[in-house]
């Protein structure tokens, strides 16, 4: 009912920057919180961001004032930009969403994921 689909993955160097994006389609009515997550290897899922319909945004602590979460509503879609990137960044970002599809069904969706790799 919902795809989501990421975009940016990338080897940069410490330091780097690195924007990610997220694109949804499917039988989508609304959108109402997307997110970003990220598993580094041996590690659980955690949170990076999320923010809501209205642009309210919300960090874990290690990405706070480097990663910038953004949505454009009318595209569907999310970004997540990256900057002053660290190599305990290196994961696999995942992107997020909830949504309300066309059958009324309230639907929590995930990407694939893609490789963010943080070395020099």
């Known amino acids: 009912q919902v795809q989501l689909v990421e975009s940016g993955a990338g080897l940069v160097q410490p330091g780097g920057s690195l924007r990610l994006s997220c694109a949804a389609s499917?039988?989508?009515?609304?959108?109402?919180?997307m997110g970003w997550y990220r598993q580094a290897p041996g590690k659980e899922r955690e949170l990076v961001a999320t923010?809501?319909?209205?642009?309210?945004?919300d960090y874990v602590d290690s990405a706070k004032g480097r990663f910038t979460i953004s949505r454009d509503s009318a595209k569907n879609m999310v970004f997540l930009q990256m900057m002053s990137l660290k190599p305990e960044d290196t994961a696999v970002y995942y992107c997020?969403?909830?949504?309300?599809?066309?059958?009324?069904?309230?639907?929590?969706?995930w990407g694939k994921g893609i490789l963010v790799t943080v070395s020099s």
């Open positions: 997020n969403a909830n949504a309300y599809v066309s059958n009324g069904w309230f639907m929590n969706a």
């Open positions: 923010i809501t319909r209205s642009g309210s945004t």
């Open positions: 499917g039988n989508i009515v609304s959108i109402t919180t």
